[in-house]
């Protein structure tokens, strides 16, 4: 391969790395990306978007069974789970090749093998021809991170399964044990719940949802039970017995231990950086709890070197990768990017009801000092959800008492991973609750209970 000396070196073609390689690109810096298994990565591959694929399948589902509330007559609804699989992996597919297609547009060397640093600005590929050097002066490290195993409750394909054997699940569960209820686990019971699975639910932490404001994780909860799941909290799975097509589960809770019997586990227990194999500890890149040690401006303290996304730690999102991916490569082009805000970063869960939230909750603004004030506006306050038929949420939002600063907004109900951007832009802008009040926003929308929130924290809501 001709020009082994590059601007800049990227390891790993997950969304912060193909990210990064296209801004580099852009701002006219030479640059390779080396990356072992998928253009895209985790999320585009085997995350965020084959997961939105099964789950928007299973929301026709119920909205199905619903039909009558509509007037509309829909006989005997059924699913056929490999179309519902093959139709998921059909998207991840068309998105990967977009991703190859983008980086060739923007002239990146794109290399398939496994990267280590050997060296000031070296980092040799083993690539399935033999090993090749390539020099940078700056190297992004982007390699993500996977699922978290712990001991005996290893996955296997058959009766205990990982995010992956999930998005091709070899069978339809009939009773179904998710461990852990973050944004992986909970996205997945809601998933075959809605398809039919007996599903429970344990979460080692006093409540599901646990980074989520606890209003609006005890209003998610309460939907879920209404939708026949099984919720342990302040629970830990103890030991799994695998036997012939069944698994007994040993829960703890409350300081006793419960056996109950499943066809199927998923564990979803938290993530590990990919740091292993890299050549970090000769390098002199410090690792901490398996993730990178990194500035506000992702800098590992090794001259030259970089970290973004999800080896550099939470908020573990692939948009944040992505935008970190931006800084770092016009940090490399000489420019003056704003450091990266991890508290500006929404998350946003795709169960049903849908979950997203941005800054902080109720109780970590209280407890970093701040005077509040709180406002919530229900959807049955709403004309449009009463029209879509989707009553059951809720939105609410936290300013400092004192400047009006907007501090956090929290919601749960339909379309809300959509709705947050608003709140995003709004802190960004660094805007108060005034400029939110003098906004007009459209009706009939969902977002005017984005509106009447933010009224609501002042006594003035309108609509309820």
Not at 437 to 464: C, I, K, N, Q
Request: glycine letters at 12%.
């Amino acid at each position: 391969m001709a020009g082994k000396a590059f601007d800049m070196i990227v390891i790993g073609a997950g969304p912060g790395g193909y990210v990064a390689a296209i801004r580099g690109a852009q701002l006219g810096l030479s640059v390779a990306i080396v990356e072992r298994e998928h253009m895209g990565g985790i999320c585009l591959n085997w995350g965020c978007i084959p997961t939105k694929a099964l789950l928007r399948s299973a929301e026709v589902f119920h909205l199905m069974h619903r039909a009558k509330e509509f007037g509309l007559t829909v006989e005997k609804p059924g699913f056929d789970l490999d179309a519902v699989v093959k139709r998921s992996r059909g998207i991840a597919k068309q998105l990967n090749s977009g991703v190859t297609h983008l980086l060739k547009k923007n002239k990146v060397t794109a290399i398939m093998g496994e990267a280590r640093l050997t060296g000031k600005g070296k980092v040799t590929v083993k690539t399935d021809k033999g090993e090749e050097e390539l020099t940078g002066k700056s190297i992004v490290l982007a390699t993500g991170a996977r699922a978290r195993e712990l001991p005996g409750l290893e996955a296997d394909g058959d009766l205990v399964w990982s995010y992956r054997h999930a998005l091709q699940p070899p069978h339809m569960p009939k009773k179904l044990l998710v461990i852990g209820s973050g944004a992986i686990g909970i996205e997945f019971a809601s998933f075959f719940n809605t398809l039919g699975a007996e599903t429970t639910v344990v979460e080692v932490m006093e409540r599901i949802l646990p980074v989520e404001d606890a209003e609006i994780a005890g209003f998610a909860k309460k939907q879920f039970e209404k939708q026949g799941m099984t919720i342990m909290e302040g629970a830990m799975v103890k030991k799994l017995d695998r036997g012939k097509g069944k698994v007994t589960a040993h829960i703890e809770i409350k300081d006793k231990v419960e056996k109950h019997e499943f066809d199927t586990v998923i564990s979803a227990v938290g993530i590990v950086g990919n740091v292993e194999g890299l050549g970090l500890e000769d390098a002199g890149v410090k690792v901490d709890r398996s993730h990178v040690v990194v500035d506000e401006y992702c800098r590992t303290g090794v001259d030259g070197v970089y970290a973004i996304g999800d080896i550099a730690g939470a908020p573990w999102l692939a948009h944040k990768a992505s935008h970190e991916g931006v800084t770092v490569a016009e940090l490399i082009a000489g420019q003056k990017p704003h450091p990266v805000r991890p508290e500006s970063i929404a998350g946003c869960t795709y169960c049903h009801p849908q979950i997203a939230s941005v800054g902080l909750t109720e109780a970590k603004a209280k407890e970093a000092g701040h005077e509040i004030k709180v406002g919530r506006f229900p959807f049955i306050g709403n004309g449009k959800a009463i029209a879509l038929g989707e009553v059951e949420g809720m939105v609410k939002t936290v300013f400092d008492a004192k400047t009006g600063e907007l501090l956090g907004a929290h919601m749960v109900g339909a379309e809300v991973t959509e709705l947050i951007q608003g709140y995003v832009v709004g802190r960004t802008l660094e805007t108060t609750e005034e400029e939110l009040m003098h906004t007009v926003f459209p009706h009939p929308t969902l977002s005017e209970m984005m509106h009447e929130s933010v009224l609501d924290a002042y006594g003035r809501a309108l609509h309820f």
